[in-house]
C-alpha cells in the first residue's frame, strides 16, 4: 500500500518593504493642514476686529439721542450718568449688560432695561422704588411696598420723597424678610396696615407713626383730629371700615376738639377717647 506524500504548498505572501519617505509625506501634508487652518483662522480674526472697529468708530452709530423713559424722583441725568453713557458716544460699542448692571446699583432703581434703536438712538427704561414708609431700626430706611428695605434714609433724599411718610418703630432687623424666611408676624401686620392706608381706604388719614407691640398689636398715630388709633392684630379691613365711621360722624357733626384716642382691639368694643379739652372720664363704647 503505497502512502501518497501531501504536497507542500509555498507561502506566496511576501512582506513588502515600506516605501521610503511615504510617512514624511504624510506628516507633511498634515502640518500644511493645519497650518493653513490657523492661517484661515487668524485671519478670519483680523477681519472680525476690523469690522468690528470699523463699525464701532463709524460716525453713522454715534448716540444722537438718549431717551429716558419710567423715572420720577431722578433726573434724566442722574440716570444718565449712572449709566455712564453719552450723547456721541457710539452705540454699538455700548454693552447692554453692563450698562443695566451700573443702572441697578443705585439704590432709587429698582428694574432697568437698555435697548439699541439703530442707528443712533440709546433708549434706558427704569423703574424706581416706590417708598411707602420709613423703617426706624436705629437708623431709618425705606421699605417699598413688598417690604422689602432698599435704601438708607439720608438728609439729600427729602427732595425725593414726601415728608409726612410714616414711620415706623418697634421692630428690629430679625423681622425683616429673607429668601431663607419670611418676615415676621408683627412686620406683616404693619405691612397690611400700610396697603390699607396706600390704597387711600379712609381718605383725608395721614399715618404719622406706626408703634409695635409684639403683645398688644399695632398703634398709630395720626396727623388728623384722632390722634391715636390702636389697631391691635387682625381683621384690618373691617377695623378700618369702624375707623371710617368715627371720621364720618366727626366730619357731620363739624366736631373741632377731635378725638384723642380709638381703641379697635375688638370689634365687639370700640372705645372712643374725646380730647383732654373734655372731662378725662368722658369716654364712648360704640
Known sequence: ???????????????????????????????????????????????????????????????????????????????????????????????????????????????????????SKIVVSIKEHKPIAILDLGRNYFINSNGQVFKKWEASDARLVSSNLAVVKGLDYSDLGSKEKPMSAPFGAVMDVLTLGHDNRIPGMKIKTINVDREIGLTLCLYDRIRTVRLGYDDYPKKYDRLKDVFSHLSRNNDSTGIDSVDLNSLSRIVVKPNNTQPPDNKKEV
Open 1 to 119: 500500500m503505497s502512502v501518497r506524500k501531501k504536497r507542500i504548498r509555498k507561502n506566496c505572501y511576501k512582506n513588502r518593504p515600506a516605501r521610503k519617505g511615504a510617512g514624511f509625506r504624510k506628516r507633511f501634508a498634515g502640518c500644511l493642514k493645519l497650518i493653513a487652518g490657523t492661517a484661515m483662522v487668524i485671519s478670519m480674526s483680523f477681519m472680525f476686529i476690523f469690522c468690528h472697529d470699523l463699525l464701532t468708530q463709524c460716525d453713522y452709530f454715534k448716540a444722537k439721542d438718549i431717551e429716558v423713559l419710567g423715572h420720577l424722583r431722578l433726573t434724566e441725568h442722574e440716570i444718565v450718568k449712572q449709566a455712564q453713557i453719552y450723547e456721541g458716544e457710539n452705540t454699538l460699542s455700548v454693552n447692554l449688560s453692563l450698562t443695566r448692571a451700573r443702572l441697578l446699583e443705585h439704590p432709587w432703581i429698582a428694574e432697568a432695561e437698555v435697548s439699541r434703536v439703530l442707528p
